[in-house]
């Protein structure tokens, strides 16, 4: 029997485990992949971007979790464990800018306070007595509590929705947040795969702007794309979005006054602004297609396609205090599995370990 089950081998798992063993509690993680921390090692591009010394509810789909990742001093907490991280661009990184070594500090950390992982275990069900028996696909393995640190489904995660609804009741139906986006109307960026522009973009809702952002937009066959437009994925699905429409300006250091003069010169116009299947698409509308360029968005991606989703366990069945489900303080709840997701920037992983740092800190 173990004092502690955490399913789902993540990044807030993962720390939830370290965290309680080293207060001397036997801890087991159940992990439905052939190892644990899969994500962490695609985070960043591979750099692992742990979080951001700019930490505001304003990133988050919710302001209510505001207190918790506020105190949470990630740098702090991680050099505890032997990581030593720098800040570059305002993003918190692992010094050497590699994913690995975060996951092998984790994963000696685990191993130094003795945590049972067990991979390859999807857990079907858990059956709550004095105990709980966590009912996996291979044994079922007792313990006196149970941590929900499930993820997603997102990209390669593992559909736990099923086993959520009939522990909780109900959940937050999943959408993709963070998420390349299509375009409705394809004419708007034919030619443009594999363009990448910068440019100032403004998301709109009903004729009013609700997001803009300035970054580097990656052109698709069938849409956009890069982080400033899975951001603006992310403000589609915290306001309820199914389509919305982008405004790009992708001169936004000049006036149109500037850029009008730059027209004049066709030979600027042609070879001086942007890259040339860019400006064949924006030429056509003159100024308006360099300062305002249009694309109708139909929807985002789909799960699979994306880095993070929104939607899981509602915060209303959870006391934030210590991450304990309201119907049962046997069970808790940390991490993506809870509806709570954030920009790009470090911003989900900053959620996921300091939920479990907000967790452990009540033991």
């Known amino acids: 029997m173990f004092d502690f089950g955490i399913i789902g081998g993540g990044a807030s798992g993962i720390y939830a485990s370290i965290l309680l063993a080293q207060k001397g509690y036997s801890v087991a993680i159940f992990e439905a ?94 059956v709550v007595k004095d105990f709980i028996n966590v009912v996996c696909s291979k044994e079922v393995v007792v313990c006196k509590k149970v941590v929900f640190a499930t993820g997603s489904n997102a990209t390669f995660g593992v559909d736990n929705h099923s086993l959520i609804e009939k522990v909780f009741g109900e959940s937050v139906k999943s959408k993709p947040s963070l998420a390349p986006l299509i375009a409705k109307k394809t004419e708007q960026i034919k030619g443009l795969a594999g363009v990448r522009q910068e440019a100032n973009v403004s998301l709109y809702k009903n004729g009013e702007c609700i997001a803009q952002e300035f970054g580097e937009v990656q052109f698709k066959k069938d849409g956009v794309s890069g982080i400033v437009m899975m951001n603006m994925c992310a403000r589609m699905c915290w306001n309820g979005m199914d389509n919305g429409v982008c405004y790009f300006d992708f001169m936004p250091e000049y006036s149109e006054n500037q850029v009008a003069e730059f027209l004049e010169n066709n030979v600027t116009a042609e070879y001086g602004l942007l890259n040339k299947y860019l400006m064949q698409n924006a030429i056509k509308f003159g100024i308006k297609g360099i300062k305002k360029y249009r694309i109708d968005l139909s929807r985002c991606e789909d799960i699979k396609q994306a880095q993070v989703i929104s939607g899981g366990i509602d915060l209303k069945l959870i006391n934030l205090n210590s991450m304990q489900y309201k119907g049962n303080d046997k069970i808790f709840a940390i991490g993506e599995a809870v509806n709570v997701d954030g920009l790009c920037g470090g911003y989900n992983l900053h959620w996921a370990f300091a939920s479990a740092y907000n967790l452990v800190k009540e033991f």
């Open 33 to 126: 992949n052939d190892r644990v921390g899969k994500k962490i090692l695609a985070t960043g591009n591979g750099k692992c971007n742990l979080s951001n010394i700019d930490i505001n509810e304003n990133y988050y789909n919710t302001p209510v979790i505001k207190d918790i990742v506020k105190s949470f001093d990630l740098q702090k907490e991680m050099l505890k464990l032997g990581l030593v991280t720098k800040v570059k661009s305002g993003r918190i990184y692992p010094l050497s800018e590699q994913a690995n070594n975060v996951l092998n500090v984790l994963l000696r950390n685990m191993s130094r306070y003795e945590v049972k992982v067990y991979t390859g275990y999807k857990v079907q069900d858990i």
